[in-house]
């Protein structure tokens, strides 16, 4: 009787320190996976109004031909959401830095394709 009460308070013990170690492995991937998702992202500050840079975006979707799917403008900050190419989503997040000033960041697939993000972010600086 005295076993099996030990062998159970030895189970649940081990079973919380496993839940533990489960979270923290958890925890690791999720930081790991943020890393790679700010490193795929390329930024640039552009001397453009927020509505200039948001119409820059639109013409340079217009031009390489991608599909806009969604448009969200707020008071300082717009994002431009649509389709690669090859299906790949694009994210264009602008922020007002002043009136005259934009940060804008670009980013194609979840993995973030450098190049592919440099072509359109070239794009949008072209149509400033």
């Known amino acids: 009787m005295f076993k099996r009460v030990a062998v159970f308070i030895f189970s649940i013990i081990l079973l919380v320190n496993l839940c533990g170690c489960v ?4 925890g690791v991937a999720g930081g790991a996976g943020t890393v790679t998702w700010l490193s795929g992202k390329l930024t640039q500050e552009v001397n453009a109004d927020l509505q200039g840079t948001l119409r820059a975006t639109r013409s340079a979707f217009k ?3 991608l ?10 900050v717009a994002q431009v959401t649509g389709d690669y190419t090859d299906g790949r989503a694009i994210w264009v997040d602008m922020h007002r830095i002043s009136r005259s ?6 980013r194609v ?3 973030g394709d450098k ?7 070239e794009k949008i600086t072209r149509y400033l």
């Open 23 to 26: 979270a923290l492995v958890a």
């Open 63 to 65: 031009s390489l031909g």
């Open 115 to 121: 190049q592919a993000a440099s072509e359109i972010l």
């Open 101 to 106: 000033s934009t940060k804008i960041e670009v």
């Open 109 to 111: 697939g979840a993995l």
């Open 67 to 76: 599909a806009i799917t969604k448009e969200t403008v707020k008071d300082n």
